[in-house]
């Protein structure tokens, strides 16, 4: 199974903040790379799929970069309803692989 | 509007079965790829199984799970199931079901059903 090794595990910001979440693939996964935030109780909610595409709906402040193993996802302002918990998913082959997620609260 | 709506869930114990279903509305499951994740208490997210589009599909699973779950959908009411049995304590955890495209990844996913296996 591909292994997706995602940092920091947690991180503490504040509104406004611009904030980078790094994952990095255990081999090349052709940009077949997604993100998704999870709030506590709640389903995952895309982001960004095929590394860099931002889903319908989603607000332009966030972002997403990377190819071959190493992939971003930046949030360019923080709003309040930004803090919640992040993985990175890689989609290339089954079985489907996530980071462990990145915890992001307020400091 | 698409919905995933997941029931089934509850308290079993180690040994037993559940049936998980994901009723779907707003497109078809028969052509699209689906699967289930699951979600530990406080850990990360898992990915289960998924069952390909169209008559043939064909499925694949986690290691985890292999032998144990089954995946299958209904045409009729538009359902994704999911037939757990030798359940483990380690199966304990919320389950999801996901719509999986295979290029733009899982965009939609169902409200999760809690699947707790105890003595």
């Known amino acids: 199974a591909i292994r997706m090794t995602q940092s920091p595990s947690s991180f503490s910001a504040s509104t406004g903040d611009r904030v980078t979440v790094t994952c990095r693939a255990s081999?090349?996964?052709?940009?077949?790379v997604a993100w998704y935030q999870q709030k506590p109780g709640k389903a995952p909610k895309l982001l960004i799929y095929a590394a860099s595409r931002l889903q319908s709906g989603v607000p332009s402040r966030f972002s997403g970069s990377g190819s071959g193993t190493d992939f971003t996802l930046t949030i360019s302002y923080l709003q309040s309803e930004d803090f919640a918990t992040y993985y990175c998913q890689q989609y290339y082959t089954y079985p489907r692989t996530f980071g462990q997620g990145t915890k992001l609260d307020i400091k | 509007e698409v919905q995933l709506v997941e029931s089934g869930g509850g308290l079993v114990q180690p040994g037993g079965s559940l049936r998980l279903s994901c009723t779907v509305s707003g497109f078809t499951v028969l052509s699209n790829y689906m699967s289930w994740f699951r979600q530990a208490p406080g850990k990360g997210l898992e990915w289960v199984s998924v069952i390909y589009s169209g008559d043939g599909g064909s499925t694949s699973y986690a290691d985890s799970v292999k032998g144990r779950f089954t995946i299958s959908r209904d045409y009729s009411k538009n359902t994704l199931n999911l037939q757990m049995n030798s359940l483990r304590v380690e199966d304990t955890a919320v389950y999801y079901c996901?719509?999986?495209?295979?290029?733009?990844?899982?965009?939609?996913w169902g409200q999760g059903t809690l699947v707790t296996v105890s003595s």
């Open positions: 996901a719509r999986d495209l295979i290029t733009d990844a899982n965009d939609y």
């Open positions: 081999q090349d996964i052709n940009g077949y």
